[in-house]
Structures are given as C-alpha cells and as structure tokens.
C-alpha cells in the first residue's frame, strides 16, 4: 500500500558503467535498466572475455566513500551504484583456487596471471628477493619470448616495471634467468609463474589494514587457508577455516572466534582429556565500511572454500545493535568444489585469446616449441594496449634515468612517469604515501615490531647478533652494518602494499600534475598561510606571531564527540516522552469527547477500571480552577 509504484518510464530508462579488465585493455562500455542484476552484468563480462570458468571472478566498484564492495549478483545494479560518479567497475579475482593448476582452460589460467602480475608489481605478493627475481623472468618469458642479444640489449629489464622494489642487481638476475628459460611458450611460462606464486604465504592476499589489541599496525589477509595477519616481514598468526567457529563485526570492531584445544588434568583420570574453547580474537579497523566489507569478504571465502554443496549455504547476521539492525549476507554461486566439478564437463575446444603486452615495442621472439599447439600461435598479442590506458610504465630511479635515456633505441619509446600507480587498494582511508614508486637500489630493511600472537617460530627468519660497539636496539630497531644493506638480496622486505587505488581513477586522458607542479603548489600554499597569519589589523597593528594566530582566528572549530550511551539515553527519553503524550492523547479521546465509533465503544468498556482515576482528575482540576476564581 504504501510502495512507490514506478512507472514505465523509469523501469526503461537506461544506465551505462565502465568495465575495466586486468590487462589495463581498453575499457567496454554497457547498458543497465534499474530492474538488472548484478548477474546479469558479470555474465555479459565474461561472455565478453570467452570466459567459462567465472566462478572464481567478480566485479569491484567503489561508492562515494573511498570504500571497496564487490558487486553483489542478487541485487540490482541501479542500487549499488547508486551515488556512484562515475559508474566504473573493475574486473577482478575473487577466489584465489587453492591449486591453480587444476583450472581445466588455459584463458581462465592466464587472467588468474595478470591478477597475480599486478599483485607482484604492486607489493601485495610479498616474497623474498631470489623468489621475486624468478617470478620476474617468468613474466619477461612470457611477454619476449627468448632471449636474443641482437633483440635485447644490455639494461632491457629497466624497461619492466614488475616488482616494488626494482633495483639494478635485480634486473641483472633477471637477465640471467631469462637466459635460461629458452623454449617456453608463454602458457608454460605462465604455469611456471602460478605455481610459484601458490606457495608463497602472501598468495591471494588481499591486505586490509587494522590494528591490534596494542595499537600496532598489521595487515589482515583473508584467502583459502584463512585468516591470517602480517607484521613486518612475517606472517605472524594463522586461523584455518576449520579452527575457525564464528566470524563477526561490531562497528569497527572485526571478531574471529577460534577453537583453541587445551589440555587439563581430570582429578581421577590418568589420560588428560582435551576440551575445545572458543577465544576470540579481534582487530579494530579504520571505518565501519573498512569492518564491514572484511566481515563480508571473510565470510563469503569461508562459506566458498568449506562448502560441500551450495544449497546449504547459511544466511549469516552480524553488526546489529539495539538501535540497528545490522548487516546480512547470504552466499550465491557455487562453491569451489562444484566449481571444480563443473569444469570436468567442460567440452569445448581452447579458445583463442590475444595475450597483451605491457611494452608493444618489445617484439615477441618466436621460436620452434610455439609451434606445439595452435592455441599458442594465435594468443600471442595482435592489438598493443593504448598509451592511455597503460598501467606497466618504465619507472627509472634518478640515478639510472640519464642511462636509460641514452640506451633508449630509435623504435622503443619509454614512459617515464616516476608519480603514477594503480592498486586495488584504497589509500586516502588509510593515508598511505603515494607519491612515488622510485627507490633507492640497495633495500631499506626494517626489524619488525614483536608480536603478541603465538606464530611459528619456523618461518621467523634469524637475525645475526650485533657485533661488539654497535649501538643497542631502540624501540625495536635492529643495528644493522651498512655495508649488509648493500649486498644483501636475500633478505625478506617488510609486507608494506602500495596503499594508492585504481578502481577510482580519474579518467587517464586528464593531466596530473608532475612533481615539480607539486612542489609549487605546496610553496604557493605556504605562502598564502603564512601571509594570512601576519595580516595587518584595522588599528594599524600586525596581527599576532604565526603560533598564536590559529588561537585568534577562531576558525578551527574540533568536531563535537557523540558517545554511544549520550545518543542511547537521548533515544531512551524521546521513546518515553512519546509514549506519555499517546496515553495521554488515548485518554482524552475515550473519556472526554463524546464521539460514537464501535472501537471507541469498545475501549471504553475494557477501560471502566479507570473511571476513578478519572474522577480523581476531574476533581483535581475543579479545585484548582475554583481557587483562581
């Protein structure tokens, strides 16, 4: 009765979004109506890409807030993103397959590559420098094929920008692993790539940034093992999916409730019995939206690798309090064992797909073992990705840019762009330094801080005892000779993601200011404060020193801090108010007006008890008014 009926009108109005996929090719543009799926939308997606095996991919936007959400295929798209300017959706992994290997398609393989490329290049699949250098010439395999000296010259490594911290000595071993991967067709080269990187702890990590009992900073990552969480350059805790009994979020509150197995001595027993209990564990995020898109990502990866059967999926809850009603999400699609047993029965011929490069002036060199199957000889790139659309730029450090200038060759051009990055992850809600990606060649280690939670001493890496007249460890830093710091490769980097995102990009055709036109804008800002802080007042007086004119000025006003119980009370009080003004309302309307309705009638009747207290009013009001008479 009181549902707002939609024309015919809106129901046909027609919506367009932008679909950006993983090898940064151009961007599709379709159409939606206010009444489409989300399903429907992914479907057109991957019928777009050839793509069976879409279980383990989703669509990515983000709405107004900066925060990140995966399209939910049982809602309608005009719903989701509404608000949302402009309607941009990435193309992405969700699921990382435990084992990649068991894919049954080649083409579904290759974009589970690129999802791990760009992870690789932007820091979230931390490994150590001697693994990164082997999956470094993996991708350069993969995109040149063989290594000939006439076709690759000296430094032609500078050209890929494929790890965070990208040094020459790197580049070098790159080179020389290259050498020896002669004969490996893109997809073998690809396949040595993905098993690679599914042993590493960081695969399929996408890192959310909270923070622990203590306050420190930590990394939260959620894939098909579990939860687990990061600190420094080691992974510090573990929670299987199967320890794990109960996920859920209390405004910024995240909560993960383990089954911990403690042994107890019984008083007449001699064997000890060991008895589960639960012991919860939480972590605080930066914003409700931050908590509650990892309580729903963390769910839904649980529910995808731990079911058998997608019908007995569960409808879960969490979030709500007295005065809200919380958050539900129930799991759709399949979960990863029908997703496996799906692609058994899958019929159909390989097929074809062109594979992009991330320099089109590097020509691929084509050898003999290309010619085993037909599928490889038409994946090779056919259409070159657009400059504006290039997300694989050459980065060179300040010290190596003159020389990688002089060895540019007339038909290679190179894009210098020391400012511009694309992640996944969103940073202005974190605050992560985004400015550059040029580091200095020899790697900065950093000791991490130590942690709190139980982890495997195994994995900790051994840290050499300090040699005699080294200074002693402040504040957990560890002294480290400098002469280390240059030699070293095989030391693993702190996990520290790049922060920036690229699922709210501006569009890539409009200039950003350059470093230069930074640092100017920053001085002219400076200058207007600092004008602004020496004004002259109108009694011919200089205004007050720059340190007392924000006092003066008045301008600064601290935002007011709401409590939870001050808004409880305030709810409590209104409640009660309004209920006293009904009552009220209800008692003069039976007893004091004389309107004939059957449930008037009737309610007079229930309530004849109250006749004395209302003679007792009436009395009451009698007296007074007597008095003012």
């Known amino acids: 009765m009181f549902r707002k009926r939609s024309t015919k009108g809106e129901v046909q109005t027609e919506y367009s979004c932008s679909i950006r996929f993983l090898d940064d090719s151009e961007p599709i543009q379709l159409n939606f109506k206010k009444d489409t799926l989300g399903q429907w939308l ?10 069976v095996e879409k279980d383990y991919f989703g669509l990515r936007y983000v709405d107004a807030e900066k ?23 990435c193309f992405r992994v969700k699921f990382y397959p435990e084992d990649p290997m068991k894919l049954h398609e080649e083409i ?76 490996q067709v893109p997809a073998e080269a690809e396949s040595n790539f993905l098993k690679k990187a599914a042993v590493l702890d960081t695969y399929g990590v996408d890192p959310h940034q909270v923070k622990d009992q ?45 089954n911990v197995a403690e042994e107890e001595d019984a008083a007449n027993a001699k064997k ?35 079911l058998a059967s997608s019908c007995n999926a569960p409808k879960l809850k969490s979030g709500g309090t007295l005065f809200s009603r919380g958050s539900k999400f ?112 020899s790697p900065v280690l950093k000791a991490p801080l130590a942690a709190e939670e139980k982890f495997d001493m195994q994995k900790v890496q051994a840290v050499s005892a300090s040699a005699p007249g080294q200074k002693t460890p402040v504040n957990g830093s560890v002294p480290v000779d400098p002469s280390f710091l240059e030699t070293s490769t095989d030391s693993m980097p702190s996990y ?60 600064s006003k601290s935002p007011p801090k709401s409590s939870m119980c001050a808004t409880c009370c305030k709810v409590l009080t209104y409640s009660i108010l309004f209920a006293v003004l009904l009552m009220a309302v209800t008692v003069v309307v039976l007893f004091y007006t004389k309107l004939d309705h059957p449930l008037l009638d009737e309610g007079r009747k229930q309530l004849q008890f109250l006749e004395p207290v209302k003679h007792y009013i009436d009395d009451s009001v009698e007296a007074i008014a007597s008095k003012f008479k």
């Open 42 to 51: 992914f479907d057109r997606v991957c019928e777009k890409l050839s793509l």
């Open 67 to 89: 925060q990140r959400h995966w399209l939910d295929p049982l809602k309608t798209v005009y719903k989701q993103l509404k608000g949302v300017n402009p309607m941009v959706l």
């Open 108 to 183: 579904t393989r290759y974009y589970l590559y690129l999802q791990l490329r760009r992870d690789l290049h932007h820091g979230r699949l931390l490994c150590s420098p001697q693994d990164a250098v082997h999956l470094a010439s993996y991708i350069v395999q993969s995109e040149v094929g063989d290594y000939d000296p006439q076709d690759h010259p000296p430094g032609y490594i500078t050209a890929f920008k494929m790890l965070p911290k990208q040094n020459a000595k790197m580049e070098e071993q790159i080179q020389e692993l290259h050498k020896t991967l002669k004969g």
């Open 214 to 258: 203590r306050g420190d900073q930590l990394y939260l990552g959620v894939t098909h093992q579990g939860i687990m969480t990061f600190r420094g350059s080691r992974r510090t805790q573990l929670h299987k999916w199967n320890q794990i009994r109960r996920i859920a979020y209390e405004a910024k509150m995240f909560i993960v409730h383990v």
């Open 272 to 306: 000890r019995k060991k008895e589960k209990q639960q012991q919860p564990h939480g972590y605080k995020c930066l914003t409700v939206g931050a908590c509650k898109y990892l309580w729903r990502c963390a769910v839904e990866q649980q529910l995808f690798f731990t």
């Open 330 to 441: 129930r799991f759709s699609g399949r979960c990863q064992v029908e997703a496996l047993s799906a692609s058994e029965n899958i019929k159909r011929s390989e097929p074809k797909f062109p594979r992009t490069n991330s320099l089109p002036n590097f020509s691929r060199n084509k050898h003999a073992s290309e010619s085993k199957s037909s599928t490889l000889n038409t994946s090779i790139m056919s259409e070159p990705v657009p400059e504006d659309r290039r997300r694989y730029n050459v980065y060179l450090a300040p010290s190596r840019r003159a020389q990688g200038m002089a060895e540019e060759t007339p038909n290679q051009s190179f894009e210098i762009t020391p400012t511009e990055a694309a992640v996944d992850v969103p940073g202005n809600a974190f605050g992560a330094q985004t400015s550059s990606l040029i580091v200095p060649e």
């Open 496 to 555: 520290q993601p790049n922060m920036t995102m690229d699922d709210d990009e501006e569009d890539d055709k409009t200039p950003k200011p350059s470093l230069d036109e930074q640092i100017k804008q920053l001085e002219q800002q400076y200058e207007k404060i600092t004008s602004d802080q020496n004004h002259i007042t109108p009694g011919g007086k200089v205004g007050a020193s720059p340190k007392a004119a924000p006092a003066s000025t008045g301008t």
